[in-house]
């Protein structure tokens, strides 16, 4: 799987995907990830992304020339040399998109490429959702500034669907959907400075101490949320 993802912060994205399982899978080459600034791609001396909106009002408006020559200088690049056609998909996030499900995600991982837009200030000239984009991506009903945290949110999303992205110790929840978990000690008395709440303590479920999988897997089934929309 490789991601690119068109922004004005390329910096944002370096700190969270040079961590953890996006640096492990990046080494292992299991996921690229290419930022692209859309100030490379302008075609206006001063590399301005953004003009008012027609129609008046507050806030600027992303262009759309640079998202347009942006994806297509990805698109050919991944064309170029290559017999198979690959999977593309270009994805606006917008939070008059679609909600971003499980089910999304898992559909998303079967892509070769995903060019994910991130938008910023008022918005992304139409024309971008219209032409360019697949699809229209919302990670919720809230409104951010820009599209780059829902990238982040969506690349580990699927990323989690591709083979080998998670280790084998985080690997359960995919198979089991999610469910409480708890670790040692198996009683957590809280202290209110040197007082201790005697015979108050915070009890793990007996369940899981018995060491009865078939119980175990039950009560994790029950008291889980299956990974399934
Ligand atoms: N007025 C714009 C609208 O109604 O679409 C909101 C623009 S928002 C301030 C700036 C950018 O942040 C959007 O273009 C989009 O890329 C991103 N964004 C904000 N909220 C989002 C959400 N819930 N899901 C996905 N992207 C979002």
Do not use: K, N
């Given at each position: 799987m490789r991601f690119h993802i068109l922004t004005i912060f390329p910096d944002i994205f370096d700190s969270y995907l040079n961590e953890s399982l996006f640096k492990r899978a990046q080494k292992a080459k299991r996921v690229l990830i290419k930022t692209y600034d859309l100030r490379d791609f302008t075609r206006d001396p001063h590399r301005k992304v953004d003009d008012r909106p027609f129609?008046?009002?507050?806030?600027?408006v992303l262009k759309v020339q640079p998202i347009w020559s942006a994806v297509r200088a990805i698109t050919m690049r991944i064309a170029k040399g290559r017999t198979r056609r690959?999977?593309?998909?270009?994805?606006?996030?917008?939070?008059r998109g679609k909600t971003l499900t499980a089910a999304t995600a898992r559909r998303l991982a079967r892509y070769?490429?995903?060019?994910?837009?991130?938008g910023r200030y008022e918005g992304v000239?139409?024309?971008v959702a219209d032409h360019i984009a697949d699809e229209?991506?919302?990670?919720?009903?809230y409104v951010l500034s820009g599209g780059e945290l829902p990238a982040l949110v969506l690349m580990e999303a699927v990323s989690r669907h591709i083979p080998g992205f998670l280790g084998k110790e985080e690997s359960l929840e995919e198979v089991n959907g999610s469910f409480p978990t708890y670790t040692?000690?198996?009683v957590f008395v809280p202290k209110h400075g040197s007082r201790t709440m005697r015979g108050r303590g915070w009890n793990v479920p007996p369940i899981l101490l018995s060491g009865d999988h078939k119980k175990i897997k039950q009560w994790r089934e029950t008291h889980?949320?299956?990974?399934t929309s």
């Open positions: 129609g008046g009002g507050p806030g600027m690959p999977r593309i998909r270009t994805i606006l996030f917008s939070p070769d490429h995903l060019v994910l837009i991130c000239d139409e024309r229209e991506v919302s990670i919720g009903d040692r000690p198996e889980g949320a299956a990974e």
